[in-house]
Each structure stands twice: as C-alpha cells, then as structure tokens.
C-alpha cells in the first residue's frame, strides 16, 4: 500500500530535549515536505527537499532541522525544542515530474507537546 | 510572496443545498492551485487540482472547483451537499514557474470547517 508513515504519532516532551520526528515513503517520490498545522493558522510548511541531499527552507524553519541523506526518509530534528513548537505536525510527498503538478500524499501526523 | 485567503472560517449548509468555500491566492507565476480535506482526527486528503486547461476542474466526492484568473480566485462548490461532508477543507498555491525564488513551496490558506446539517 503507497504510504507516508510518521513516528512517533504522539509525543510529550520538555523544553531543550532533543528529538526526532521520522518520515518514510514508499512511493519512491522525490519531493517531500514537513508542516505543522495550528488553529486558525491553516499549514505552515517547514522545510521541504527536491531530492536526496537537497532541502530548502519554508515559511517557518526557525528551530527545525531535516536531513535526505536517503529518497525515502525525510526526518524532522528538534534540537532544543520549545513550548511555542507545540503543534500537529505532517509529512508529506510527492512526484517531481511535471514541475510539481502533482498532488502531495500527507503521513497521519505527528501530535506534539512541550513542557 | 505567494499567499492564500480563505475568507471564510466556517460555512454551514443544509444538505442538499449546494455548497461553495472560497478560495482566493497571490503568486507570482503561473498558479498551482489544490484542495485538500481534513476529516476529523485524520490526515489530508487530495480533492482536486488546477494546473493548466479547462477553469473547472472535477475532483473527488463529487467536487469541483473553478479557477478565475482576474479574480485569482479557485472555489470549491458541489451541486448537492452531504452531512458527510463535513470536515476542514485547505485551498493551497504554488508557483508552476520553475525559475522562481519559491519554486517548491508549498502555501496553504488557514481553513474553512465546512458542517452539513441534515
């Protein structure tokens, strides 16, 4: 089954704990991209990556680290996380061809709490 | 910077009664536009796309969305609405232009919780 898996799906944690948050598709997609989703404030995307070992910033990168050192997985590090980085947080993916016409594959989401 | 306002932040509707949430962007090139829908506890799922052609496009569930380029506008609309229907519904843009500066991003506007009554 085509899927984007994300883990942990909850996560409690306390401010300056390092943590990381996994991604992994199946799809074989080159592009995939993290949001956090708050209230009244729709998606924000975080960071996003072409390919392998290519990633830009997106609207709201400040205290967010990612890697693709492999097309398969794209984590999310918080290294020194704060309360204000409580959120729902998604995964997603998608193919390249096409110039990014293609719609994205969103994981179940990551629900995250610091204390 | 390219944007996306969804001006309405819930919508009600009786079913039966056809529905339309609002969508309106800003970009700078040639528009990308996507619906998503949330249901509740769920992640998002695709409805529909605009990239080129035909300004109504037809998508899932019975959905369709047409886009106006001098309004900048990509609203979503179905002739006969369920109660099933019912969730938050996401319009997001992005710039088909593969020279742009936000090439790859990816913006959403903040919502619109769509509540089918029976």
């Known amino acids: 089954e085509a899927q984007v898996t994300q883990n942990p799906r909850y996560l409690i944690t306390v401010t300056g704990k390092k943590l990381t948050v996994t991604c992994s598709q199946n799809?074989?997609?080159?592009?995939m991209s993290w949001y956090r989703q708050d209230p009244g404030l729709g998606l924000r995307q975080i960071y996003y990556?072409?390919?392998?070992?290519?990633?830009d910033k997106g609207d709201v990168p400040e205290g967010y680290k990612v890697s693709r050192k492999e097309k398969r997985n794209f984590p999310l590090i918080l290294e020194s996380p704060s309360p204000n980085q409580t959120s729902l947080y998604f995964c997603?993916?998608?193919?390249?061809?096409?110039?990014?016409?293609?719609?994205?594959?969103f994981g179940p989401g990551t629900r995250l709490t610091v204390t | 910077a390219q944007s996306v306002a969804q001006p309405e932040d819930q919508v009600n509707v009786a079913e039966g009664n056809p529905l339309t949430v609002k969508c309106t962007y800003s970009?700078?090139?040639?528009?990308?536009l996507f619906w998503y829908v949330q249901y509740p506890n769920r992640g998002l799922q695709f409805l529909l796309k605009?990239?080129?052609?035909?300004?109504l496009v037809k998508g899932s569930y019975g959905f369709e969305a047409e886009f106006n380029k001098s309004q900048t506008s990509f609203h979503l609309k179905k002739p006969s609405a369920l109660v099933s229907d019912s969730a938050l519904y996401f319009c997001?843009?992005?710039?088909?232009?593969?020279?742009?500066?936000?090439?790859?991003?990816?913006?959403f506007g903040q919502g619109t919780i769509l509540t089918v009554h029976p």
């Open positions: 997603a993916s998608s193919g390249l061809a096409g110039g990014l016409s293609y719609e994205q594959y």
């Open positions: 990556s072409m390919n392998v070992e290519v990633t």
């Open positions: 997001a843009v992005r710039d088909g232009n593969a020279g742009g500066t936000s090439y790859g991003k990816l913006t």
């Open positions: 605009y990239i080129t052609g035909d300004n």
């Open positions: 799809m074989n997609h080159e592009y």
């Open positions: 970009v700078s090139g040639n528009p990308y």
